[in-house]
């Protein structure tokens, strides 16, 4: 737990194409629990897309940004494995599909006085 008190708080917005799926929300979630993270997240269905925004300590931040813009596999898991599961599965009746189109941006990064969620 990092103390923002005297040095202000971060924050970060992402712009996330699909944040449908259980896996990325999920993640989401627990990465922003473990690094005391507070915020939140607007999603639309038409445009499909979402808004994580975000606000914590410097280091904090600045892991949820590399896990949002670098670790997180926003396409899935490898193709090859899709394709396995896709021959399995040909009723179509197992987990949800990832979305291969899908992007996560950071849109802006700044500083707050306090935090507010």
């Known amino acids: 737990n990092e103390d923002t008190s005297k040095t202000g708080v971060y924050v970060a917005l992402f712009y996330v194409k699909d944040l449908s799926h259980p896996y990325h929300r999920t993640k989401v979630d627990l990465n922003a629990q473990q690094n005391n993270i507070t915020g939140g997240v607007l999603e639309c269905q038409s445009p499909q897309l979402a808004c994580v925004i975000c606000e914590g300590g410097p280091k904090a931040i600045k892991r949820y940004i590399r896990l949002m813009t670098i670790r997180m596999k926003w396409k899935g898991v490898d ?12 009723e179509g009746g197992g987990r949800p599909k990832f979305n291969p189109d899908n992007t996560c941006e950071l849109v802006w990064t700044g500083m707050a006085t306090k935090r507010f969620f």
Do not use: G, K
Not at 80 to 90: G, T
């Open 79 to 90: 193709n090859s494995m899709l394709e396995e599961e896709e021959d399995e599965e040909d």
